[in-house]
């Protein structure tokens, strides 16, 4: 039972008795003596309070001169922000008043319109047992249960971060990523699990609380793939790699080539294309699925729905776009840009985006050259060189992102000149019209094209404009990211982190570049 307080009114004044607890029950809280003097106005000592709480030796403790009225056993109810509890904290009557009864409570609640989920047994037994200065639940709503969205369950990996495994001498495995999801016929390639309602709650007044609505989706699946008649399960229709591109499921097949090259000219295949030897300069591999190249890759392009795997590397102006990870030796002189990560043992003289995080490990490691960015982290060893190598390293937002906030700025401003342009000219003819003019089937026609236009325009920066906004707040929501280097960080190099940024001036070692206090600040690994 919970140590509780009595008041106790003698000849010589006013005082309370402390009870301490018994059966491992609290201790009184002096709060919710003084709580209850200050509600019944009465005058106190609150070191004499603080002192008769704390000792609690059950003797009574004068507070005041005051000869009081007798307070007849009380009540206190709580009733939670959510309309879901109600607790009753029954303090005692001073000794010899008058004891509350049961339908008051019921009263006191109806009182209170509280209707659903009133406990009578928990009522019940506190006037069968009496216990004080302990909070009863006293009424009780019914949560809400609720439910949950549907989820598509992938029974493969998705991951778009390439992570390198290090070897037992040290050295960087980029090759063994098990980054292609090889898939045999017939095997389960996604589950879909249905949304499920909520059940509505009711709270202490009666009142019905809907469930969060839910959201439904789909098992979206294309070539090569089979669905299920029920619609829950999607298997492979044939072997090859899977992948998901834009949320769709594909099983592609591999073309296999020895070279890209005169003899074979450009490649365009829906499916995954293994090149065993070179991609030559100046030709082109375009696929749905994975690129995988054994040889080098020199002044080529290479656009791949999901992965680009490089076994030796990319040079000479050579051009590359995943919907996936990019990993390869080394990207020299060349333009890549990944949805997913980047792994590389050196990138010179480059410029490289990815939609999550670069990784330049290995024996070398450096990014020195050119721009290197990525929405979540950049690690490297070195960034920069001894040499002042003009480097941009930038982080906190997807760059494909702040692309299409760029294409936008610019759409919405063309459109606005336009409008801007024809609205003389339309002010000009409603104005003409209104005052009679008479005109021919020529400028009509004229009239009716600029009018249709300013429409179309109008719509449009509507439409950007909505984008924008909402590209701006995924902008917003971008979450904490760094530069990490395991080694040295060579004055020139340049660190922009969101919209801030630094320069390196001197050295930096074994550092982390993070934002703090509303500045680009170093951070130790």
Do not use: W
């Amino acid at each position: 039972m919970n140590g509780y307080f009595q008041l106790v009114i003698t000849p010589k004044g006013t005082g309370i008795k402390v009870y301490a607890p018994t059966d491992g029950g609290q201790p009184l809280n002096v709060n919710d003596v003084r709580d209850y003097l200050d509600d019944r106005k009465i005058q106190y000592d609150v070191v004499i309070i603080n002192d008769a709480v704390t000792k609690a030796e059950e003797n009574v403790v004068i507070f005041t001169d005051a000869q009081l009225l007798p307070e007849r056993e009380g009540c206190k109810f709580d009733i939670s922000k959510d309309r879901m509890t109600v607790t009753a904290f029954f303090y005692p009557p001073s000794e010899g008043a008058e004891l509350m009864t049961e339908k008051e409570v019921m009263d006191s609640l109806a009182y209170r319109k509280v209707t659903y989920g009133i406990q009578t047994d928990a009522i019940h037994d506190f006037f069968e047992h009496r216990k004080y200065c302990t909070e009863i639940v006293v009424a009780q709503g019914k949560p809400v249960k609720e439910g949950h969205d549907a989820k598509v369950e992938l029974h493969f990996s998705a991951n778009l971060r390439a992570k390198p495994t290090l070897r037992e001498d040290g050295s960087v495995d980029y090759f063994h990523l098990n980054l292609i999801n090889n898939v045999e016929a017939g095997q389960l390639l996604a589950t879909l699990h249905p949304e499920e309602l909520g059940e509505p709650g009711i709270n202490i007044y009666g009142e019905n609380i809907k469930p969060h609505a839910v959201k439904s989706t789909y098992i979206k699946y294309g070539k090569n793939t089979v669905l299920s008649e029920d619609k829950l399960t999607l298997t492979a229709e044939k072997s090859g790699h899977v992948t998901v591109k834009e949320g769709k499921i594909t099983v592609s097949d591999v073309l296999t080539l020895e070279n890209v090259d005169v003899a074979t000219g450009n490649i365009e295949y829906e499916g995954s294309v293994q090149v065993k030897g070179v991609v030559a300069s100046n030709f082109s591999v375009k696929a749905g699925g994975n690129i995988v190249v054994k040889g080098i890759v020199e002044g080529a392009v290479l656009d791949a729905g999901a992965d680009v795997i490089l076994e030796c590397g990319v040079k000479a102006g050579g051009n590359i776009k995943a919907g996936g990870n990019v990993v390869t030796k080394f990207i020299e002189n060349a333009n890549i840009s990944a949805r997913g990560g980047i792994t590389s043992e050196c990138i010179l003289h480059s410029t490289v985006s990815s939609g999550t995080e670069i990784n330049v490990t290995g024996k070398r490691g450096f990014i020195a050259g050119g721009k290197v960015s990525a929405a979540d982290k950049i690690q490297a060893k070195i960034l920069g060189s001894e040499m002042g190598a003009n480097t941009v390293i930038e982080v906190g937002a997807d760059p494909q992102l702040k692309l299409r906030l760029k294409e936008l700025q610019k759409s919405i401003a063309a459109a606005s000149k336009n409008i801007e342009g024809i609205k003389p000219t339309i002010e000009g003819f409603t104005k003409m019209l209104k005052a009679g003019a008479k005109f021919t089937p020529d400028q009509v026609a004229n009239a009716k094209k600029l009018i249709e236009l300013n429409k179309t325009l109008t719509m449009q920066i509507e439409k950007d404009s909505e984008e924008y906004s909402e590209l701006m707040e995924k902008l917003a929501e971008s979450k904490e990211a760094e530069v990490i280097v395991e080694g040295t960080a060579y004055p020139g190099t340049t660190v922009n982190i969101g919209e801030l940024s630094m320069i390196v001036k001197k050295p930096v070692q074994y550092s982390r570049f993070v934002v703090k206090e509303g500045d680009v600040r170093l951070a130790p690994i």
